[in-house]
């Protein structure tokens, strides 16, 4: 039998069971309440799976969802990167070069991206070697620094061709760095310096050239101002010359044939001053005596016929 004096003692026990478990009820309902109410982000989006079953994506927002019997998983449907280390490939001239590029991606999908594919990015990086290793193959060494281009577009279609299946959008390849062989680096650099020699060289020659169509050009010009100072000069001696010739002939016009006989006497008188003892004459000389002596015996008649008409 229970004493009296235990009853009290009872009736705290279970008032304090009573409190606890009224507590842990308050607990489990808040933990219930804060695990069936999820914040999403706005580049977020949550895949509900219950007992294994895809319900769909939510978000972003507020979701409700039921706690124990579904499970999330966030996906971020920001744009992202994937960087591929360096690969060694062959190229269609059998020539090795290693090749590294960034793949971007963003997922467009967030249910098809958890339920299509496990792993992603071990994924994506297999696919996008084997397939730089196909679009290499058909590309020389020669060509394969040239078409970087078409490179990046070819690996960005055919990824994005078996990535559509798993809601994720591939938007972008960028090849960073392409190292062919140390001896093809050696001739690329030797090419490099020769055709910078070709191109001073032809820089130079240009400028040669240049300089020496102004150099003719100065000296056609010269030329030209030269002839056409020669030309005005002899035009100007002509006419001086020209002139010369017209008083000579005016002047000589006023000389008459007596005036001439003078002049030649008076030769005469300077030759005969000389103390010369031998003289010679041309042909012409005696006609030119012939002629003064007609010209003295006209002045003698002239001279009679004066006197005669003074004495009559």
Not at 92 to 118: C, G, H, M, T, W
Not at 157 to 173: A, S, Y
Not at 242 to 251: E, K, N, S
Not at 263 to 285: H, V
């Given at each position: 039998m229970v004493s009296l004096s235990q009853l009290p003692l009872q009736g705290e026990t279970s008032s304090l069971?009573?409190?606890f478990l009224v507590i842990l009820g308050i607990i489990i309902v808040l933990w219930l309440l804060a695990a069936s109410i999820?914040?999403?982000?706005?580049?977020?989006?949550?895949?509900?799976?219950?007992?294994?079953?895809?319900?769909?994506?939510?978000?972003?927002?507020?979701?409700?969802?039921?706690?124990?019997?579904?499970r999330l998983q966030k996906i971020d449907l920001r744009e992202r990167y994937l960087e591929v280390p360096h690969q060694t490939t062959i190229t269609k001239d059998n020539a090795p070069a290693d090749i590294d590029f960034l793949i971007y991606y963003q997922v467009v999908d967030a249910a098809l991206s958890v339920v299509k594919v496990q792993n992603f990015t071990g994924a994506s990086v297999g696919l996008a070697t084997t397939t730089l290793r196909a679009v290499v193959g058909d590309i020389p060494l020669d060509e394969l620094l040239a078409k970087r281009e078409q490179i990046n577009s070819t690996l960005r279609n055919k990824l994005d061709e078996v990535t559509e299946r798993w809601g994720i959008k591939v938007t972008n390849v960028e090849i960073r760095e392409i190292r062919p062989p140390k001896d093809?680096?050696?001739?690329?650099?030797?090419?490099?310096?020769?055709?910078?020699?070709?191109?001073?060289?032809?820089?130079?020659?240009?400028?040669?050239?240049?300089?020496n169509v102004l150099v003719a050009e100065g000296d056609k010009n010269a030329t030209v101002l030269r002839a056409e100072g020669d030309k005005q000069s002899a035009i100007l001696r002509a006419e001086g010359y020209a002139q010369a010739l017209g008083l000579v002939f005016q002047a000589a016009k006023g000389i008459d044939a007596k005036t001439m006989a003078l002049q030649y006497l008076?030769?005469?008188?300077?030759?005969?001053?000389?103390?010369?003892?031998?003289?010679?004459?041309?042909m012409e000389f005696t006609s030119l005596v012939g002629q003064i002596r007609g010209y003295v015996t006209g002045a003698q008649r002239e001279g009679a016929q004066t006197e005669e008409k003074s004495s009559e």
């Amino acid at each position: 039998m229970v004493s009296l004096s235990q009853l009290p003692l009872q009736g705290e026990t279970s008032s304090l069971v009573t409190i606890f478990l009224v507590i842990l009820g308050i607990i489990i309902v808040l933990w219930l309440l804060a695990a069936s109410i999820k914040i999403v982000k706005e580049y977020e989006r949550v895949v509900v799976l219950r007992f294994g079953r895809l319900l769909g994506a939510k978000g972003p927002g507020i979701v409700f969802i039921a706690p124990i019997v579904n499970r999330l998983q966030k996906i971020d449907l920001r744009e992202r990167y994937l960087e591929v280390p360096h690969q060694t490939t062959i190229t269609k001239d059998n020539a090795p070069a290693d090749i590294d590029f960034l793949i971007y991606y963003q997922v467009v999908d967030a249910a098809l991206s958890v339920v299509k594919v496990q792993n992603f990015t071990g994924a994506s990086v297999g696919l996008a070697t084997t397939t730089l290793r196909a679009v290499v193959g058909d590309i020389p060494l020669d060509e394969l620094l040239a078409k970087r281009e078409q490179i990046n577009s070819t690996l960005r279609n055919k990824l994005d061709e078996v990535t559509e299946r798993w809601g994720i959008k591939v938007t972008n390849v960028e090849i960073r760095e392409i190292r062919p062989p140390k001896d093809v680096q050696e001739a690329m650099v030797k090419q490099m310096t020769a055709e910078r020699t070709r191109r001073a060289m032809v820089l130079e020659a240009d400028g040669r050239r240049e300089s020496n169509v102004l150099v003719a050009e100065g000296d056609k010009n010269a030329t030209v101002l030269r002839a056409e100072g020669d030309k005005q000069s002899a035009i100007l001696r002509a006419e001086g010359y020209a002139q010369a010739l017209g008083l000579v002939f005016q002047a000589a016009k006023g000389i008459d044939a007596k005036t001439m006989a003078l002049q030649y006497l008076d030769a005469l008188k300077a030759l005969g001053a000389s103390p010369s003892t031998k003289y010679i004459f041309p042909m012409e000389f005696t006609s030119l005596v012939g002629q003064i002596r007609g010209y003295v015996t006209g002045a003698q008649r002239e001279g009679a016929q004066t006197e005669e008409k003074s004495s009559e």
